[in-house]
């Protein structure tokens, strides 16, 4: 069995769900993070876009949801949770409603990420990508916030979400790939400026990461550090 490797981009939350998934079940992974334009990775491994994680066996992940039960049953050498199954298509219904607005409110984050904002060249194709997919540059999108952030947390019940993850610890009592999920596309909502975030899914964000023994802000050191000398 060869080594397992990862090819991702640290800003995009399928690779986040590979790693913090890949973390959590302690498989030795080899990472190797590509950048944004890179798209010949991708193609060589047979899939149109990355992330993708060749396992030790030479399966090929992307990190779609749908698939996600299937490597972690692998992954945890065990069954599938039955409790995990019994509410999975309710999880994945929910999510998939919200994720053309999670998508719409996170896109003018994601710049954050050196992979995205250190090259100019790299800014202005996510730039025109933003305006392809959503309308609107990240500024427009950015300026938008409040008002996606309210539907979002209306839609999702996020306050009341919170309320049950802080008195379960986790979704489902025990950790499970639902948290895994929710923390890899809801963690940059702590990003958003000016926006409250209901604080007990902050520490929900938080406690799931140190079960898998996973920073959350892993891609953003450089930008920070360059913060840190201006």
């Not at 302690?26 to 990355?50: K, M, S």
């Amino acid at each position: 069995m060869s080594e397992a490797v990862l090819y991702f981009r640290h800003a995009d939350a399928a690779g986040l769900r590979l790693r913090l998934l890949c973390a959590w079940r302690g498989l030795n992974l080899r990472l190797e993070p590509r950048p944004l334009r890179d798209l010949e990775t991708a193609f060589d491994l047979g899939f149109a876009d990355l992330p993708v994680l060749v396992d030790g066996d030479g399966r090929r992940w992307t990190g779609a949801v749908e698939s996600l039960p299937e490597l972690d049953a692998q992954l945890g050498r065990t069954p599938a949770n039955p409790a995990l199954m019994a509410e999975w298509p309710a999880f994945v219904a929910w999510r998939a409603e919200l994720e053309p607005l999670r998508q719409r409110l996170l896109a003018p984050i994601l710049p954050l990420y050196p992979e995205i904002s250190a090259d100019p060249e790299d800014f202005a194709w996510y730039r025109q990508e933003c305006e392809r997919r959503f309308g609107q540059g990240p500024e427009a999108l950015a300026n938008d916030r409040y008002g996606a952030y309210q539907q979002l947390e209306r839609r999702g019940r996020l306050r009341q979400l919170a309320r049950i993850l802080a008195q379960k610890k986790f979704y489902l009592e025990e950790m499970s790939l639902v948290d895994i999920v929710l923390t890899a596309d809801f963690h940059a909502l702590r990003f958003l400026d000016g926006v409250t975030v209901p604080i007990d899914l902050l520490y929900y964000f938080q406690r799931v990461a140190g079960q898998c023994g996973l920073s959350l802000d892993s891609g953003l050191e450089a930008a920070r550090s360059t913060r840190e000398l201006s």
